[in-house]
């Protein structure tokens, strides 16, 4: 369901300040709602770190897309994604509801629902354009940051090769990073304690939390496609005199090869679930729902039986 052979229109194009002090975030996304006015304000915006291993932020989003019952509410258009269009990713979705009824997929899709207030998915499933992911992270933030999204959430894959002596002996493959750095304490800013800082195992060498996310990404976040681009861009953002608005972003990320890892797309998707579902939903538990992608892609690589003789 996701890459070239899987993954619109028309639509007001937003205009967003650049950051002073910053990278200039010009952004020019078109939106094009399905049913009525569309509003981000105050909400999380959950994001896939497209081109990342393993589709790992693709499959997990769709997760959430299912276990929330979210429907599209609008059908979004960049110039840094190629454009794309193929039968319905939701066909079979169990309880999805209108979510189901679709018969085509696009490009980039946005996800809402009355019944989870402050959630927003945003779903890439085509290509970034060759050499234009930078371009696209930044019209990304500059998109949400003049739509008022709270909170920017980025499911995304980590290249397991980075890891150090501490990774290897931590009973967890789950990391984030967050951007500005209000706590590298997972137990005071919503995040499970399942999962570690990315570069937790580093020396301190005297950098502060901002410091110190900036340098873990930069030099350990490998294989995670988007969400780097938009990580690095955030920092700079945050570090400006004036961040107009541009939103916090915390990345959930699973340290992984090219090759998916079944269990720790269920313990990312499961922890997305719940850090959304403390905020900004308020809510009790939920329980996972596997959206169809996650059956469609265990019937693609699936070792093929054959029968001798």
Request: glycine letters at 10%; charged letters at 15%.
């Amino acid at each position: 369901h996701f890459g070239s052979s899987h993954f619109g229109p028309t639509g007001s194009i937003l205009q967003a300040a650049a950051v002073s002090g910053g990278p200039a975030l010009k952004q020019a996304m078109r939106v094009a709602p399905t049913e009525g006015p569309v509003s981000l304000r105050g909400h999380t915006l959950v994001v896939p770190g497209i081109g990342g291993l393993a589709h790992l932020g693709e499959l997990s989003v769709d997760a959430l897309v299912t276990t929330f019952k979210l429907s599209r509410a609008a059908i979004v258009h960049s110039r840094h994604l190629l454009p794309v269009a193929m039968a319905s990713a939701w066909e079979g979705a169990p309880g999805a509801g209108e979510v189901g009824a679709l018969k085509l997929t696009t490009a980039a899709e946005l996800y809402q629902s009355a019944a989870a207030p402050g959630l927003s998915v945003l779903q890439l499933r085509a290509p970034v354009v060759e050499g234009r992911r930078r371009a696209l992270a930044g019209e990304l933030l500059a998109w949400a940051a003049a739509e008022g999204v709270a909170e920017l959430l980025v499911l995304a894959s980590c290249s397991s090769h980075v890891k150090t002596d501490a990774d290897l002996a931590a009973a967890t493959d789950l990391r984030y990073v967050r951007v500005p750095s209000e706590s590298l304490d997972g137990a005071g800013s919503g995040i499970s304690q399942d999962v570690l800082p990315l570069g937790h195992g580093l020396p301190d060498d005297g950098l502060d939390g901002d410091s110190r996310q900036a340098a873990a990404t930069r030099h350990l976040l490998r294989g995670s496609g988007l969400a780097r681009s938009l990580l690095q861009l955030a920092s700079e953002a945050a570090a400006s005199p004036d961040p107009q608005g541009v939103p916090s972003v915390l990345c959930l990320a699973g340290m992984t090869s090219d090759v998916l890892n079944w269990r720790l797309l269920e313990q990312l998707s499961r922890t997305a679930c719940a850090h959304l579902a403390e905020r900004p939903l308020g809510a009790a538990q939920v329980d996972l729902q596997p959206p169809p992608s996650w059956h469609f892609h265990a019937a693609m690589t699936a070792t093929p039986q054959r029968l001798w003789g």
